[in-house]
């Protein structure tokens, strides 16, 4: 369904002028304010084509009614999300779950919706239908291998899928690792591993890149192939100024300081992205903001910071997209949620004065960085991501027309009660 833009309107008749109110009080403050409102609107954040349908867990699935049945229902849903607060302009694809059957409708059909392809992403972590090998034992890191050319094969499909729709990155998560010590020799999974990624390297157009995601444990509980950025790196490192390491935030073991990750990573021009989420134990996948906002102004705070030393384009030099999925929210309210989280933390994250930082930093003077920080974070941004998305042609409060209009009873009428969408 498209949203009317008048109803958009009419809300945003409704909201405006305490909204202005509360846009000027925290404006007046702020030197640089036009400077800021035009990176908000400049920041867009890729939606997964899985995170539209009701994610499960291992023990359940509770699907919600007016899931979307197929790609094109799936772009649709994220060309509401856009309509509302004009930041989620992208849609990264999983294959083989949504596989273009034509590519050159479904271009058209995402530019409807002013939507770009964002990073493709491959699937070697579960069988599929009539696969000839099965990937129990790993994908890239498997000791046959024919195993491991089905897999590398596969991952040069996907790049090949993504080239028709104009996406420029393929994503590699392995699920690869091993259960029980004595299962695998490291080495030799390492090499295989290695390997298999220099000949998808080898596959890709010269203007794409590969982005290898970490993840420190689970589906595998005693090692992973690639478990933390450092392995990560090493392959990237090897494999050319092509791969980059890709940060999905539930990826790490439990404290770690991701932040300083992204620190290091930027440092050495290998961050490929982002995979926003949140999380309290493991790798929950909960809306992004939700547990631990400090923790994402905290990365936020570096990302502005390492992309301006370098001169970079916050909007477009490096992948934000958001990977969470879960079971008790309506998935497009949760999506607006995560979005809003993002846009406020890098807000914050812009209104950090970092001239005075490093005054504090270089006489060591750590109550006042902390101050600096936290002056930052403290601040109540959400008017200026309100004004943003205002400019933009979106709505002043996306959540609030969502629930208004009643767009998930609108998407049952259209769908049915019943539906489960497809992936996750
Ligand atoms: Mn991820």
Not at 93 to 107: K, S, Y
Not at 326 to 344: R, T
């Amino acid at each position: 369904m498209l949203l009317n833009k008048r109803l958009i309107e009419e809300s945003n008749d409704q909201l405006l002028s305490s909204h202005q109110k509360g846009y000027h009080y925290v404006s007046s403050s702020i030197d640089n304010v036009v400077e800021i409102i035009q990176k908000l609107v400049d920041f867009q954040v890729a939606i997964p084509s899985w995170a539209l349908g009701t994610g499960g867990t291992r023990f359940g699935r509770f699907s919600g009614g007016g899931e979307p049945g197929n790609l094109e229902e799936k772009i649709e849903d994220i060309g509401l999300l856009h309509a509302l607060n004009k930041s989620s302009g992208a849609i990264s694809l999983h294959i083989p779950w949504d596989i273009p059957n034509d590519p050159e409708a479904i271009r058209k059909l995402a530019a409807m919706h002013e939507l770009k392809f964002d990073a493709v992403n491959s699937n070697t972590f579960q069988d599929q239908a009539g696969q000839e090998h099965s990937y129990k034992f790993g994908s890239l890191q498997h000791m046959d291998r024919a195993v491991r050319k089905q897999a590398i094969d596969h991952n040069i499909e996907v790049i090949r899928q993504g080239e028709a729709l104009g996406s420029k990155a393929l994503t590699v998560w392995l699920s690869d690792g091993s259960c029980f010590p004595g299962q695998l020799n490291f080495r030799t999974a390492w090499q295989n591993t290695y390997e298999g990624l220099q000949e998808i390297y080898a596959a890709l157009p010269q203007d794409w890149k590969i982005f290898v995601e970490y993840k420190a444990f689970e589906p595998n509980f005693y090692s992973m192939s690639v478990g933390d950025w450092g392995q990560s790196y090493l392959y990237t490192s090897k494999l050319g100024s092509q791969a980059y390491t890709l940060v999905d935030l539930g990826h790490h073991l439990p404290n770690a300081n991701i932040e300083q990750i992204v620190s290091l990573l930027m440092m050495e021009k290998k961050l490929a992205g982002f995979h926003f989420n949140d999380s309290k134990y493991g790798d929950d996948d909960l809306t992004v903001g939700s547990i631990n906002p400090y923790q994402l102004f905290l990365i936020f705070n570096e990302l502005v910071e390492g992309m301006d030393a370098q001169g970079m384009n916050h909007a477009t030099d490096l992948a934000w997209m958001i990977d969470a999925s879960h079971n008790v929210k309506d998935p497009l309210e949760d999506l607006l949620q995560s979005i809003e989280a993002i846009m406020i933390a890098y807000a914050q994250a812009l209104l950090v004065d970092t001239t005075a930082l490093k005054e504090a930093q270089a006489i060591n003077d750590v109550v006042r960085a902390q101050e600096i920080l936290q002056q930052a974070y403290r601040t109540d941004v959400r008017h200026l991501v309100a004004e943003a998305r205002f400019k933009a042609g979106g709505a002043l409060n996306p959540l609030q027309v969502f629930r208004s209009q009643g767009v998930r009873n609108l998407l049952i009428k259209e769908r049915g009660p019943q539906t489960v969408a497809t992936g996750l």
